[in-house]
């Protein structure tokens, strides 16, 4: 039996898919390489030193995706394929909403005629929006988010709380991430944003490489104690830990987070990166940016408690890791 990992070559997919491998599951990679490519999947075979099922090919094609079914023993689906940069989502909602909720509806149809009934879904912390305040729990309002990306995350959310009330032998799993960053410890698998990265990590790891001039720090006039936001991030590789233990306790429908339960400042993370790297970072403060959230954490006693979750790396870790990955891209570029 096999485990179909979509987007199984993307950032936090192909930390996934390793993952899965390493705690002896078989798995299957489906990918259109939308966001990575074919180097990934052999960096991904070096790392695991074996070959890997793959088949390229999109969500929204039901011919692929029976294909998919017909030819493997799939008993569980792990689903991350779709696209994920908020500022292009707000430029181009539809093909956001075609790529994740009309892609996500596509590979559910699929997998209920081969009555697969087994589903873990990528959702993402920015489905808290800015009506609760941090710790975010599961249980706290979500919607109203600013941006399409976020409301393709809480659609699909709805999406399988519906599927499952419709029929309780499906066992659904949506984890909310709070902010991936890190890359995998051999430093061949990472995060790469196309162009001028948006998310702070890769921001700093690119300033850190010379390939941008400086940093700019989107608000210090924040009510926190340095004026700079406060964000959870968590390692990729304890996000990707957290999808096996998912896998293997699910029962009926449930929403977790996946985070730390720690904040880390804008100017924290900074500081954080030059004491692991030696490498310092010029950054200016800049205005705030739009739709940032002043705090953001995870409530951690969920996943805690009912999947046994406890992320293990620190920050310091999440940069030198981060750091290895960006030389390593480089180098290989
Ligand atoms: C973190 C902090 C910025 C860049 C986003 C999405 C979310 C999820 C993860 C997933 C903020 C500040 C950033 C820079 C800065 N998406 N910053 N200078 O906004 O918490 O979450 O990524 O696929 O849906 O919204 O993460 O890394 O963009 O920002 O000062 O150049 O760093 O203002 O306070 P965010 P981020």
Redesign the pocket.
């Known amino acids: 039996m096999s485990i179909l990992v979509t987007g199984g070559t993307g950032y936090i997919g192909s930390h996934t898919a390793l993952k899965l491998l390493e705690r002896g599951e078989r798995v299957v990679l489906l990918d259109n390489f939308s966001n990575s490519g074919p180097d990934v999947l052999t960096r991904m075979e070096e790392i695991a030193g074996c070959a890997l099922r793959f088949y390229r090919g999109d969500i929204l094609c039901a011919d692929t995706l029976s294909e998919i079914f017909r030819t493997e023993d799939v008993e569980g689906v792990v689903h991350f394929a779709g696209l ?3 500022g292009e989502s707000v430029q181009k909602p539809l093909e956001y909403y075609r790529n994740n909720v009309a892609g996500t509806l596509n590979l559910l149809e699929v997998i209920g005629r081969f009555g697969v009934k087994n589903f873990v879904f990528s959702s ?3 489905v808290y929006g800015s009506r609760s305040v941090a710790p975010y729990r599961e249980d706290m309002p979500a919607g109203g988010c600013t ?1 399409p ?2 409301q393709t ?1 809480y659609i699909i959310e709805l999406m399988l709380q519906d599927l499952y009330a419709s029929d309780d032998s499906y066992n659904i799993t949506a984890l909310r ?5 890190g890359a995998h410890p051999s430093g061949k698998i990472g995060e790469s944003p196309s162009g001028v ?8 790891t690119q300033v850190a490489a010379g390939k941008l001039p400086e ?5 210090a006039d924040y009510d926190t104690p340095d004026g ?4 959870d991030y968590i390692h990729v590789e304890d996000l990707a830990e957290g999808h096996v233990l998912a896998l293997r306790n699910q029962r009926g429908f449930n929403i977790y987070n996946l985070g730390t339960g720690t904040g880390t400042s ?1 100017l924290g ?1 900074v500081s954080a990166f030059e004491e692991a790297t030696d490498v310092k970072i010029p950054y200016r403060i ?1 205005d ?2 739009p ?3 002043q705090t ?1 954490f995870a409530a951690v006693t969920k996943a805690r408690e009912e999947l046994g979750f406890l992320a293990r790396f620190d920050v310091r870790r999440m940069c030198e890791d981060s750091w290895r990955w960006e030389r390593y891209a480089n180098g290989h570029a």
């Open positions: 994920k940069a908020v993402s912390a920015t941006n990306y976020g995350k991430y709070f902010n991936p960053i990265p948006n998310n702070l990590m890769p921001y700093i940093l700019r720090v989107f608000g700079t936001c406060i964000r804008v993370l800049a705030r940016r739709g940032d959230v953001s």
